[in-house]
């Protein structure tokens, strides 16, 4: 079956990416130039207050952020391989395969509109993959195998 294809794609490019992208949080950041040396060290240090007690820095917030998009990809990923091995009817999976397109496919918008080329291609590829599953899988059977 193709669909078996796309959706092992889909959940393997979305841990992937998760992999991928929580080994940022163990590279340390270093400027090329004084200019960038010294945004760093803004971003790092500089503390915003934001009210109710909270004192963040930018880093802080990218941090925040950025752990937000790694623990997506890889909740995402584990709930369509879990659902892929269970028992759940075709139906149901169509479902959660269209929220899955209509999620990453937003998010491919934010990466492509705000980030730089590597999320850019990550997510896209989550995106096709996740659409072509979709697509391809028969929602009126109601057993994956």
């Given amino acids: 079956m193709l669909f078996r294809f796309w959706i092992r794609g889909t ?27 010294q945004l760093l060290q803004l971003m790092t240090q500089y503390k915003m207050d934001m009210g109710q007690g909270f004192h963040r820095s930018m880093a802080e917030i990218v941090t925040s952020l950025s752990a937000c998009l790694t623990l997506l990809c890889f909740m995402a990923g584990l709930m369509l391989l879990v659902l892929y091995r269970s028992d759940v009817s075709k139906a149901v999976l169509k479902r959660i395969l269209l929220i899955n397109s209509l999620v990453f496919a937003a998010g491919l918008v934010v990466m492509a509109i705000f980030a730089f080329l590597p999320p850019v291609v990550c997510f896209g590829l989550i995106t096709f993959c996740s659409i072509m ?13």
Avoid: C, R
Avoid at 17 to 29: G, L
């Fill in 133 to 145: 599953a979709w697509a391809t899988i028969d929602g009126t059977k109601t057993s994956i195998t």
């Fill in 11 to 37: 959940y393997i490019f979305q841990l992937a990416t998760a992999i991928i992208h929580s080994m940022s949080f163990f590279v340390e950041q270093k400027g090329a130039n004084a200019t960038e040396e």
